[in-house]
């Protein structure tokens, strides 16, 4: 019976360390996709759809490779667009972005789909 008791009390204590170790590790990857997020958001805010779009289509799409450092500089790594002057117009204006710094300057990719209304 105390055996049986022992064996219990260490399986559930192990499995409750394993859940607790679990939410600490998944509390500071949520807390980074969170700022990755809010800086894509930031982004989108700060560059408007410029005047030479005139229809919509899939070249007013465009992709960039960025990186934040601690100071919360843009840096700008990689653009891609089918559209030759919206991906200069995009980079332009990404170069001017101050944004608020990560806890972390990894490279991720931003998204920027332009559309007329």
Known sequence: MKKTLLTSTVTIGYFMLMITLGIVASVPANVHKNSKENIR?????????PAF??????????????????????TVLEVNSGNPQLKDYV?????????????????FVVVIKFRVV
Do not use: M
């Open 91 to 107: 980079l332009a204006e990404l170069k001017n972005i101050q944004i608020n710094p990560l806890e972390t300057t990894e490279k």
């Open 53 to 74: 779009i005139t229809e919509n289509s899939e070249a007013n799409e465009v992709k960039a490779l960025i990186q934040v450092d601690a100071s919360g500089k843009l």
């Open 41 to 49: 958001r930031e982004i989108s805010y700060h560059i408007i759809c």
